[in-house]
């Protein structure tokens, strides 16, 4: 006699991969906007650690940077509360801020190259796991 496996659903009817991975998306937008935040401060402060070039085709100054990573930083973390609460709008405002991100950080590269490119992966595993959650399988 067979028997099989229960499947693996909360009392709500949500599936778990759906929550995993809209679970996965909310902590690494969090991450990723603490860290956004932080190089804002970073920036804004005029710190250091930023590399100089002054021949780059997308110039702006290190404070505006700043400025810009400060805010998208603290939008993508409070996006990712929303996501901890599984609310849809979360979610489609959670892909239009890891993409604006992406693009801060892709125009931010000669500023801080190595960190540029891991945020720009981090954002984009963010992406690809709020995509991949069918629209009707969480609740509002």
């Given at each position: 006699?067979?028997?099989?496996a229960?499947?693996?659903?909360?009392?709500?009817?949500?599936?778990?991969?759906?929550?995993g991975?809209?679970?996965?998306?909310?902590?690494?937008?969090?991450?990723?906007g603490?860290?956004?935040?932080?190089?804002?401060?970073?920036?804004?402060?005029?710190?250091?650690?930023?590399?100089?070039?002054?021949?780059?085709?997308?110039?702006?100054?290190?404070?505006?940077?700043?400025?810009?990573?400060?805010?998208?930083?603290?939008?993508?973390?409070?996006?990712?509360?929303?996501?901890?609460?599984?609310?849809?709008?979360?979610?489609?405002?959670?892909?239009?801020?890891?993409?604006?991100?992406?693009?801060?950080?892709?125009?931010?590269?000669?500023?801080y190259?190595?960190?540029?490119?891991?945020?720009?992966?981090?954002?984009?595993?963010?992406?690809?796991?709020?995509?991949?959650v069918?629209?009707?399988?969480?609740?509002?």
């Open positions: 006699m067979a028997t099989t229960p499947h693996d659903h909360r009392s709500t009817g949500v599936p778990a991969a759906a929550t991975l809209t679970f996965f998306a909310a902590v690494m937008l969090a991450i990723a603490v860290l956004d935040l932080f190089r804002g401060i970073m920036a804004i402060a005029q710190d250091d650690v930023f590399v100089r070039t002054p021949n780059y085709v997308f110039k702006f100054d290190l404070t505006s940077w700043g400025w810009i990573q400060l805010a998208l930083g603290a939008i993508a973390i409070l996006v990712s509360i929303g996501l901890f609460a599984a609310a849809t709008w979360a979610r489609v405002v959670g892909v239009g801020i890891a993409a604006l991100l992406i693009i801060a950080n892709f125009l931010s590269i000669p500023y190259p190595l960190w540029s490119l891991t945020l720009i992966a981090l954002y984009g595993f963010t992406i690809w796991a709020l995509c991949v069918k629209p009707g399988s969480l609740n509002d």
